[in-house]
């Protein structure tokens, strides 16, 4: 491994020109794809083996009109204080705004009054009125949008407080100022680290390309893939991580190369050769975590993790190419200016003044912490794992939904529309229940209906059941069931499981059958399927990542500390994520106005990207260890060594990476910010605690055992030689070449 790389990194230091040229143009295509594609509609949400997808299933087949998937507004009305929606003034109003609504767009499908929908709070201070569209709300125009917002805020100058809730007014996440604002302190951490202009654009400006080539991929295979636009944010959100951080380590071992007096080809080789190697495994752990979302079986997930995957491995490949083939064109202008003439004045001299010009790392804090980790090692392990433990804590708390409206900030006007129908008609109404009667082996399909509706409306929990409607061929029913409870509440969860449990009876009695679908329903199910795929799902990952780091590292110790730290790093940070956005601790700080359930694929999707992302830091900074103690010294010494060469460079990354994921803090999407939260928190754990702390004190309390491999196994596993001892093998055969050249002749007659 470390010999391919180390050619391919002198080939793309050598053929420049050629290697620019080739990402250059990948830019250019990815970018005319994604300019030329024609726009991405919705992307399709189904949840294969779960009732509620199996409920809108047999809507589609039997009663297409009621599964329509197109967009929706709920338009609320509320009278001044003491009126009635239904006094005169107020009723025209109301019936002047909703055949607005409905002349509005050629988008729309119909627009329901309020007073011919029955749809009037028993006081008569608040009514709704339902529109729907023809198209998805992805589909809608700005003009459509506008026409909408256009409507009401006419309506509103008539004294109404009118608001609107639903899908149709949903945009694209707001994003752009707040990426902008991580990539910024990512450049400032650069400079700060390589005291280089040049030096810290590298990573900076292949990390975009590589964003760039992604993201306009993702763009241009958006419709005919059906990707949704979470997609691309969350590619984005990874590949500016890892693109940075891949550049950041080749970068670094490249001016460690130079310090140690080689010519810029072979620098870029062997940092190619070393550092790329450990990009190649540092990816594919991240890769695997990514791809592995496949085992949870919905479609979304699966695509978002191939999508981020892809940024991954461009990521990688641009580290192994684009960078040395800029370093090519960069010369010593990556150094700091006080080491470049001291550095490039040939012999013996230079390589002496390159290793004063990197002495201060010698005894930097990252040394200086790995001394006292080393001497204090019990003491550093049992701070660290209480600490984490009691960030921990909080997940026992742990509540899982879905967000809906009424996770929205509190100045948005969905939020508005949702808090008034909650307080007109009652909370369930933001969410009510769709329970489909499959009828066609019923005796009696309207007696079978009118059972299924009796029998729910004896549950617990239930507000309302609407008579059944039946379609054309009268083998289908729909019966609408209104909540007591908040859509994302635990005893609407509950009144999902009792509609279902009943089942049996109703089957019994009247030979129908019935399920449950809806957004409520398919949020329940989702979150179900979520935790029934999260051991499965962490078993196949840290399985597969566990014997990938055997073979990297040729230990079995090392990558099962490694695993457990990862565990821990992780509940650390789901711990935070529940006290922030479901407790509100410090919520304010974060733009969480509402708390509530944690979104139910947080868990999953926090152990798939943080899992890669942890095993980042651990391959460059252990592989460094390893290194050294392979290279023949003492395990403690190996440890401070693989400090004083990574810690300060692991540091800045992972202060990148904090940054730019925190930037998605930012974001007005309550799932991204989400995320964006989440990640960065865990990174914090993993990066400073974890693998800062936990890892060298671990080492250090083993010693030699650490790096114990059963014979047999070492015999098993292939050599990928990431320390790169085959690179310094040859440099020393052709060290002893160039001090006898008769070498060669005697070797040719033995």
Same mark, same amino acid.
């Given at each position: 491994?470390?010999?391919?790389?180390?050619?391919?990194?002198?080939?793309?230091?050598?053929?420049?020109?050629?290697?620019?040229?080739?990402?250059?143009?990948?830019?250019?295509?990815?970018?005319?794809?994604?300019?030329?594609?024609?726009?991405?509609?919705?992307?399709?949400?189904?949840?294969?083996?779960?009732?509620?997808?199996?409920?809108? &299933?047999? !809507? %589609? +087949?039997?009663?297409? /009109? $009621?599964?329509?998937? =197109?967009?929706?507004?709920? *338009?609320?009305?509320? @009278?001044?204080?003491?009126?009635?929606?239904?006094?005169?003034?107020?009723?025209?109003?109301?019936?002047?705004?909703?055949?607005?609504?409905?002349?509005?767009?050629?988008?729309?499908?119909?627009?329901?009054?309020?007073?011919?929908?029955?749809?009037?709070?028993?006081?008569?201070?608040?009514?709704?009125?339902?529109?729907?569209?023809?198209?998805?709300?992805?589909?809608?125009?700005?003009?459509?949008? &506008?026409? !909408? %917002? +256009?409507?009401?805020? /006419? $309506?509103?100058?008539? =004294?109404?407080?009118?608001? *609107?809730?639903?899908? @149709?007014?949903?945009?694209?996440?707001?994003?752009?100022?707040?990426?902008?604002?991580?990539?910024?302190?990512?450049?400032?951490?650069?400079?700060?680290?390589?005291?280089?202009?040049?030096?810290?654009?590298?990573?900076?400006?292949?990390?975009?390309?590589?964003?760039?080539?992604?993201?306009?991929?993702?763009?241009?295979?958006?419709?005919?893939?059906?990707?949704?636009?979470?997609?691309?944010?969350?590619?984005?959100?990874?590949?500016?991580?890892?693109?940075?951080?891949?550049?950041?380590?080749?970068?670094?071992?490249?001016?460690?190369?130079?310090?140690?007096?080689?010519?810029?080809?072979?620098?870029?080789?062997?940092?190619?050769?070393?550092?790329?190697?450990?990009?190649?495994?540092?990816?594919?752990?991240?890769?695997?975590?990514?791809?592995?979302?496949?085992?949870?079986?919905?479609?979304?997930?699966?695509?978002?993790?191939?999508?981020?995957?892809?940024?991954?491995?461009?990521?990688?490949?641009?580290?192994?190419?684009?960078?040395?083939?800029?370093?090519?064109?960069?010369?010593?202008?990556?150094?700091?200016?006080?080491?470049?003439?001291?550095?490039?004045?040939?012999?013996?001299?230079?390589?002496?003044?390159?290793?004063?010009?990197?002495?201060?790392?010698?005894?930097?804090?990252?040394?200086?912490?790995?001394?006292?980790?080393?001497?204090?090692?019990?003491?550093?392990?049992?701070?660290?794992?209480?600490?984490?433990?009691?960030?921990?804590?909080?997940?026992?708390?742990?509540?899982?939904?879905?967000?809906?409206?009424?996770?929205?900030?509190?100045?948005?006007?969905?939020?508005?529309?949702?808090?008034?129908?909650?307080?007109?008609?009652?909370?369930?109404?933001?969410?009510?229940?769709?329970?489909?009667?499959?009828?066609?082996?019923?005796?009696?399909?309207?007696?079978?209906?009118?059972?299924?509706?009796?029998?729910?409306?004896?549950?617990?929990?239930?507000?309302?059941?609407?008579?059944?409607?039946?379609?054309?061929?009268?083998?289908?029913?729909?019966?609408?069931?209104?909540?007591?409870?908040?859509?994302?509440?635990?005893?609407?969860?509950?009144?999902?499981?009792?509609?279902?449990?009943?089942?049996?009876?109703?089957?019994?009695?009247?030979?129908?059958?019935?399920?449950?679908?809806?957004?409520?329903?398919?949020?329940?199910?989702?979150?179900?399927?979520?935790?029934?795929?999260?051991?499965?799902?962490?078993?196949?990952?840290?399985?597969?990542?566990?014997?990938?780091?055997?073979?990297?590292?040729?230990?079995?110790?090392?990558?099962?500390?490694?695993?457990?730290?990862?565990?821990?790093?992780?509940?650390?940070?789901?711990?935070?994520?529940?006290?922030?956005?479901?407790?509100?601790?410090?919520?304010?700080?974060?733009?969480?106005?509402?708390?509530?359930?944690?979104?139910?694929?947080?868990?999953?999707?926090?152990?798939?990207?943080?899992?890669?992302?942890?095993?980042?830091?651990?391959?460059?900074?252990?592989?460094?260890?390893?290194?050294?103690?392979?290279?023949?010294?003492?395990?403690?010494?190996?440890?401070?060594?693989?400090?004083?060469?990574?810690?300060?460079?692991?540091?800045?990354?992972?202060?990148?990476?904090?940054?730019?994921?925190?930037?998605?803090?930012?974001?007005?999407?309550?799932?991204?910010?989400?995320?964006?939260?989440?990640?960065?928190?865990?990174?914090?754990?993993?990066?400073?605690?974890?693998?800062?702390?936990?890892?060298?004190?671990?080492?250090?309390?083993?010693?030699?055992?650490?790096?114990?491999?059963?014979?047999?196994?070492?015999?098993?596993?292939?050599?990928?030689?990431?320390?790169?001892?085959?690179?310094?093998?040859?440099?020393?055969?052709?060290?002893?070449?160039?001090?006898?050249?008769?070498?060669?002749?005697?070797?040719?007659?033995?």
């Amino acid at each position: 491994m470390a010999t391919f790389l180390y050619k391919l990194g002198k080939l793309a230091f050598r053929r420049r020109h050629f290697v620019a040229l080739i990402w250059v143009a990948l830019l250019t295509l990815a970018g005319v794809g994604a300019a030329s594609a024609p726009t991405a509609s919705s992307s399709s949400f189904s949840i294969p083996g779960t009732e509620a997808q199996k409920a809108f &299933d047999l !809507l %589609e +087949k039997r009663a297409p /009109e $009621a599964s329509a998937d =197109g967009a929706s507004a709920r *338009v609320v009305f509320k @009278a001044p204080g003491g009126e009635k929606v239904t006094d005169p003034a107020n009723k025209r109003e109301i019936d002047k705004t909703v055949a607005a609504l409905a002349s509005g767009s050629d988008q729309v499908a119909r627009a329901d009054s309020p007073f011919q929908a029955k749809t009037v709070s028993k006081d008569g201070s608040t009514a709704y009125a339902s529109v729907s569209y023809k198209v998805t709300a992805m589909e809608l125009t700005d003009d459509d949008r &506008d026409a !909408l %917002e +256009k409507t009401v805020d /006419e $309506a509103r100058d008539s =004294g109404l407080t009118v608001e *609107v809730g639903g899908d @149709a007014l949903v945009a694209m996440p707001e994003t752009g100022a707040t990426e902008v604002i991580g990539i910024a302190i990512a450049a400032v951490v650069l400079i700060i680290t390589f005291g280089s202009l040049v030096a810290a654009g590298l990573p900076l400006i292949t990390a975009l390309i590589g964003v760039g080539i992604g993201v306009s991929t993702i763009t241009a295979l958006a419709d005919a893939l059906d990707l949704g636009t979470t997609t691309s944010t969350l590619a984005m959100m990874i590949g500016l991580a890892v693109g940075i951080d891949y550049a950041l380590f080749i970068v670094s071992r490249y001016r460690g190369e130079l310090a140690e007096g080689r010519d810029r080809e072979e620098a870029a080789g062997r940092a190619v050769g070393t550092a790329g190697s450990a990009v190649v495994f540092a990816g594919l752990t991240v890769v695997i975590a990514l791809v592995g979302l496949a085992v949870v079986n919905i479609p979304m997930l699966t695509k978002m993790g191939f999508a981020a995957a892809g940024t991954v491995v461009i990521a990688v490949l641009i580290g192994l190419t684009l960078i040395p083939a800029l370093l090519g064109y960069a010369g010593k202008r990556v150094l700091p200016a006080g080491a470049k003439s001291r550095m490039f004045g040939g012999g013996k001299k230079a390589a002496d003044a390159g290793e004063r010009a990197d002495g201060a790392e010698k005894q930097n804090m990252g040394t200086r912490w790995a001394r006292f980790v080393v001497r204090r090692p019990i003491a550093v392990l049992l701070v660290g794992i209480v600490g984490l433990g009691a960030a921990a804590l909080p997940v026992s708390k742990l509540e899982l939904g879905l967000p809906d409206d009424g996770a929205q900030p509190t100045s948005t006007t969905q939020r508005k529309a949702y808090d008034l129908v909650s307080e007109g008609f009652g909370p369930g109404f933001n969410g009510p229940l769709m329970v489909v009667g499959d009828l066609k082996g019923a005796d009696d399909p309207k007696a079978a209906a009118g059972e299924i509706q009796k029998t729910i409306a004896q549950l617990d929990d239930v507000l309302t059941v609407a008579p059944p409607m039946l379609n054309k061929a009268g083998d289908t029913a729909i019966i609408s069931v209104v909540p007591s409870s908040k859509p994302s509440g635990i005893e609407t969860e509950d009144l999902v499981h009792s509609i279902r449990d009943s089942g049996a009876k109703i089957k019994s009695d009247s030979g129908a059958e019935i399920m449950v679908t809806g957004t409520t329903a398919m949020n329940i199910d989702v979150s179900q399927k979520l935790n029934d795929a999260l051991l499965p799902y962490l078993a196949l990952v840290v399985g597969l990542a566990f014997l990938l780091l055997i073979v990297v590292f040729r230990s079995i110790l090392v990558p099962l500390k490694a695993a457990l730290g990862f565990l821990l790093s992780v509940l650390a940070a789901l711990g935070a994520v529940v006290a922030v956005f479901q407790w509100g601790w410090l919520g304010s700080l974060f733009g969480v106005e509402q708390t509530g359930p944690i979104m139910s694929m947080m868990p999953i999707f926090m152990v798939g990207v943080v899992f890669g992302l942890a095993m980042d830091y651990e391959v460059f900074l252990v592989t460094r260890m390893r290194e050294a103690y392979v290279h023949g010294e003492r395990p403690g010494q190996a440890i401070v060594t693989g400090f004083r060469h990574g810690a300060r460079v692991v540091s800045a990354a992972a202060v990148i990476m904090i940054a730019v994921f925190a930037g998605f803090i930012g974001s007005s999407e309550q799932m991204v910010k989400m995320i964006g939260f989440g990640l960065a928190i865990a990174v914090f754990f993993d990066a400073f605690v974890v693998r800062m702390a936990l890892v060298p004190a671990v080492l250090a309390l083993l010693g030699k055992k650490a790096w114990w491999l059963p014979k047999w196994l070492d015999r098993a596993l292939p050599n990928v030689d990431v320390e790169g001892e085959g690179l310094r093998t040859a440099a020393e055969k052709d060290a002893d070449r160039d001090q006898d050249p008769d070498a060669d002749r005697e070797l040719a007659r033995v």
